[in-house]
């Protein structure tokens, strides 16, 4: 079993940046696909960014596609998102989630656990 505790979410203005963390229990970090999702109010949950096990393929949104970036360090069984050029549209609670195998990274139900998450509210 995984438990993952996201932090690093705060208010921020538009241009600014954040870095989010997601900090993961369990020898088998290294074996999963970590993803970072999004949900706002009255929106449905919907993808951002995903990494593979080894940290050489990268998905993103393209919403967030060349502001965000993730990346992993095994070692300390954590996943990062960098969040750049922040816009309102962005304000949402991310959560960080983990899955195993072959899963489609932008289908948030093909993934075994996920954290609690933490807000981002992006001030314009």
């Known amino acids: 079993q995984v438990q993952l505790v996201e932090s690093g979410g705060g208010l921020v203005q538009a241009g600014g940046s954040l870095r989010l963390s997601c900090a993961a229990s369990?020898?088998?970090?290294?074996?999963?696909?970590m993803g970072w999702f999004r949900q706002a109010p009255g929106k449905e949950r919907e993808f951002v960014a995903a990494?593979?096990?080894?940290?050489?393929?990268?998905y993103y949104a393209d919403s967030v596609k060349g502001r965000f970036t993730i990346s992993r360090d095994n070692a300390k069984t954590t996943v990062y998102l960098q969040m750049n050029s922040l816009k309102p549209e962005d304000t949402a609670v991310y959560y960080c989630?983990?899955?195993?195998?072959?899963?489609?990274?932008?289908?948030?139900?093909?993934?075994?656990?996920w954290g609690q998450g933490t807000q981002v509210t992006v001030s314009s």
């Open positions: 369990g020898r088998t970090f290294s074996s999963y696909v």
């Open positions: 990494i593979s096990w080894s940290g050489r393929n990268t």
């Open positions: 989630a983990a899955g195993l195998g072959g899963i489609r990274v932008g289908v948030s139900n093909e993934y075994d656990y």
